[in-house]
């Protein structure tokens, strides 16, 4: 039974960011898993534009986004085997499939909703959950054949944006001798400032280049790489002998089909392709990941910098600006 009408932003069809609709939705009674919560502030993430653009094709009419934090309203019965961990009144937050969190209040499944620690406000919470599990994921899950120790040398794409002043921070903590690269001097001296230890300018250097002298030819570890198109095939020949390729995004399109031959002539490589949903498939998982991102966060190690806020209504202009590649750090929504 629906009860409340809710701000919602919806698309009909993919396209730009002018599809992105500013609705009244219906929102009812929680089910068995699900709870409602009600919304303080939503995260804007890279996600939402492959979802908006089509890249990612999803049935229409579909609420975009994918993280949120905000109060527990009411909550259902827990599922066999899987008790109900939150109650009304719960300080909360989330990364989530199903999309859905461009909302005011909106009904959901609970195992992916954490408990929000007093110490973090709503709207680092809002901020943070999304792209901080995704580098915990990426620094403490995706490693090559040994793992990573410190004074390790990885490559990090877009080390200025949202996950990349995480990964920045995240790998100073860990030891690791993180190299980012980012579009312009200003976002370089950013991810400098935030523990990157070497960083390059893409948009002028050649990164290759860089690398192996930052490296003194070895190469690194690891390649994380959400840019995608413009920088895979580049990529490879960062990596020393069995290094890992860890492609995890596709900002400048998706990555060209390629034959893994070319892995055994550039040094016997690994790849892999990461999402954060293949690892927060359970609670208990999730939880694990999140009190590990809290724990980086409470104790001053990860400090998540929000640079843009928008009013949910003003949702198209955030798109125009992640998509123009004129943000850093975190993108919110608020209500
Ligand atoms: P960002 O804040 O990092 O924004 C994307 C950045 O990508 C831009 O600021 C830009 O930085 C860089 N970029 C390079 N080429 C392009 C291009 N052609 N068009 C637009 N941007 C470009 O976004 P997020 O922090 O939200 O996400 C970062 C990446 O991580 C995304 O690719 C996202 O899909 C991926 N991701 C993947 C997850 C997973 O589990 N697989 C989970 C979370 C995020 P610059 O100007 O410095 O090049």
């Known amino acids: ?87 009304a009144g719960d300080r909360a937050a989330y990364a989530s499939q199903p999309p859905g969190s461009y909302c005011e ?19 680092l919470g809002a901020a943070m959950m999304l792209k901080g599990l995704t580098v915990q994921y990426l620094l403490r899950r995706t490693q090559p054949q040994g793992g990573l120790q410190a004074g390790d040398f990885v490559l990090f794409h877009a080390a200025a944006g949202g996950v990349g002043l995480i990964a920045c921070q995240w790998a100073r903590a860990m030891g690791l001798q993180l190299i980012g690269t980012a579009g312009s001097d200003e976002k370089c001296a950013l991810a400098k400032a935030h523990g990157a230890a070497f960083v390059i300018n893409y948009a002028k250097e050649d990164f290759v280049a860089r690398v192996k002298e930052i490296t003194g030819d070895l190469g690194v570890k690891v390649v994380y790489d959400s840019v995608g198109k413009d920088t895979f095939d580049r990529s490879l020949d960062c990596l020393r002998p069995f290094g890992l390729m860890a492609s995890f ?87």
Do not use: W
Not at 9 to 37: F, M, S, T, W, Y
Not at 46 to 59: E, K, M
Not at 107 to 122: G, N, R, T, Y
Not at 276 to 284: A, K, P
């Open 249 to 335: 995004g596709n900002a400048s399109g998706p990555v060209e089909p390629f034959s893994p031959g070319i892995l055994g002539t550039k040094g016997s490589l690994y790849v892999t392709r990461q999402t954060l949903f293949s690892h927060i498939t359970t609670r208990e998982n999730t939880q694990e990941m999140a009190d590990d991102l809290f724990e980086m966060v409470t104790s001053g190690k990860v400090n998540i910098r929000i640079d843009q806020r928008f009013p949910l209504a003003e949702v198209q202009q955030a798109h125009r600006m992640l998509e123009a590649r004129k943000t850093t750090g975190c993108t919110i929504l608020t209500l």
């Open 105 to 123: 209040v909106r009904v959901m499944p609970a195992k992916c909703v954490c408990k929000l620690p007093d110490a973090i406000s709503f709207e």
């Open 1 to 87: 039974m629906a009860l409340f009408t809710s701000k919602a932003v919806r698309i009909d069809q993919h396209g730009g960011p002018e599809e992105l609709k500013l609705v009244d939705v219906r929102v009812g009674e929680p089910g068995p898993g699900e709870i409602r919560i009600r919304h303080k502030a939503v995260g804007l993430n890279y996600i939402d534009v492959y979802q908006r653009s089509g890249l990612y094709r999803l049935p229409m009419p579909l609420q975009l986004g994918m993280e949120a934090s905000g109060v527990v309203e009411a909550v259902g019965e827990g599922l066999p085997g899987q008790p109900m961990h939150l109650k």
